[in-house]
């Protein structure tokens, strides 16, 4: 299928009467509904090569995981379809624009108002099981409705980007929009954070109210070379720039979650004026303790497989891709139940490993958990999970648990002489890194050490 046409009837249904967009592999039109005389929204995927029949599924795969998500802050699709192999989506129409359109002349009541809406939309994409990661923040997918902000664009995996063909500078890329990617994004080892999306919040919260990007077309990437955050005018509140500030920290485990976010903004709204323009900066600036709520007292660690029942709300940080659903992507419908176990391993394993390096809280046991996962998702042999880079990505992740291990070792390591519960604590981090590099020259002399030492002493 050639690129759309006005005034063409699509799927014998929809009359297209204006082109709203398109990006590097879709095209988005007003259309009329002609069954229903409605005006709707129209988005047709138009890839680089024509789908087969498992490419179809996977995207009717996506759309199920998206379809049941019911909030006031995320757009809601109303169908899904296909024609001459084509997938497209049929949403409503908000014909206020988007934020897009407030660049720059965003009064401060309307900033924590975008910010409130658009974290709470965040908080509940963030805290579906499996957690869906929107990957492509930025004002042109937050539409307005009246006073409020709804999230477009959402559900489709950087594993579907990459299987469209999607490209072209200034599109959307398997990794979101280059100027709105955070550090990370640009980093060979790069895997799916719910974090990615607080960074891309905080880049758009401040083009919302400057005008302009922080780092321009660069990116996160500014940030890798040492670049700091601009400033930001002074007509706006110290809370307000603090919390921008907290969500472009260029370390993932640094930023808020959604739902701190949604809390603190709802706070704020409900002390603001209705008013035009901004106020004066507020006589309770932010503090770490105020907004970044991490502790996660109340939250209970990933447990047995399989995924799609261990996984954890607010773990935020470390959740990953869209698991099984989406490991058609990988793999295609053909062979898909014997191949998926691999995915479900890695992702799982993921969540487990990212739990462990967050919590002190069994933490010996959740690292152990985190390696076993990724020890069975590597036996599985499968060359095109490993092509793809996920075995590099376990290597990494088996790493930083060494290190994390002897380092926190020898940090005790002195005093473990002194009572058997320090001597325990010592061994078990020293056996997982045993276990990670048995032959570790280092390593199995400390054990040896506090063992012989400390039968010797009693």
């Known amino acids: 299928m050639s690129r759309l046409q006005k005034d063409y009837l699509f799927d014998s249904r929809y009359k297209l009467l204006k082109k709203l967009g398109e990006g590097g592999f879709s095209e988005v039109w007003l259309v009329e509904d002609t069954s229903a005389q409605l005006t709707l929204v129209l988005k047709v995927f138009l890839p680089s090569s024509q789908l087969d029949e498992s490419g179809i599924e996977m995207f009717r795969q996506e759309f199920a995981l998206v379809y049941n998500l019911n909030h006031p802050n995320l757009l809601k699709y109303t169908y899904f379809g296909v024609c001459v192999g084509h997938p497209y989506l049929v949403m409503p129409y908000y014909n206020s ?36 990661i929107h990957q492509d923040i930025k004002p042109a997918n937050v539409l307005l409705d009246g006073s409020s902000y ?16 999607e490209g072209g500078e200034g599109k959307s890329t398997v990794q979101g929009t280059r100027p709105y990617m955070p550090p990370e994004k640009f980093q060979q080892e790069s895997i799916p954070l719910v974090a990615s999306d607080i960074w891309a919040l905080g880049a758009s919260l401040y083009e919302m109210i400057t005008g302009r990007l922080p780092f321009g077309g660069k990116g996160g990437q500014a940030q890798l070379a040492g670049e700091e955050v601009p400033p930001m005018p002074a007509n706006y509140s110290d809370d307000l720039k603090e919390i921008i500030m907290q969500c472009l920290s260029p370390i993932p485990g640094n930023r808020p979650f959604a739902t701190d ?41 990933p447990t047995s497989f399989p995924l799609s029942k261990g996984l954890v709300k607010k773990v935020g940080i470390g959740a990953c891709a869209l698991v099984v659903v989406l490991a058609v992507v990988l793999f295609g419908i053909k062979g898909y139940k014997s191949k998926k176990n691999v995915m479900d391993l890695y992702n799982h394993g993921v969540e487990t490993y990212q739990w462990g390096m967050d919590h002190t809280e069994g933490q010996l046991d959740t690292f152990k958990r985190a390696i076993a996962l990724f020890d069975d998702a590597k036996a599985c042999k499968n060359s095109r999970f490993s092509k793809l880079g996920y075995i590099d990505s ?22 473990a002489f002194l009572n058997e519960e320090e001597r325990q604590h010592v061994l078990g981090y020293l056996e997982v890194a045993k276990e990670l590099d048995p032959t570790d020259e280092e390593v199995n002399s400390l054990i040896d050490s506090l063992k012989f030492d400390y039968r010797s002493i009693n």
């Not at 477009?152 to 299987?163: A, E, K, Q």
């Not at 303790?289 to 502790?295: C, T």
């Open 97 to 132: 624009g988007s934020a897009e359109d407030l660049l720059g002349n965003c009064s401060e009541r309307k900033a924590w108002q975008f910010l409130h809406d658009v974290s709470s939309g965040l908080a509940c994409m963030h805290e579906h099981q499996p957690p869906i």
């Open 150 to 165: 709804i999230i477009t664009d959402f559900g489709i995996s950087s594993n579907v980007r990459h299987m469209l063909g």
């Open 261 to 301: 976010l949604e809390r603190f903004a709802a706070e704020h709204l409900a002390q603001l004026p209705y008013t035009t323009g901004s106020i004066h900066p507020s006589n309770a600036p932010v503090t770490n303790s105020s907004i970044r709520v991490r502790s996660h007292d109340n939250a209970v660690p």
């Open 394 to 415: 376990i290597n990494v992740m088996r790493k930083n648990i060494y290190d994390y291990c002897l380092s926190t070792a020898k940090q005790t390591y002195s005093i």
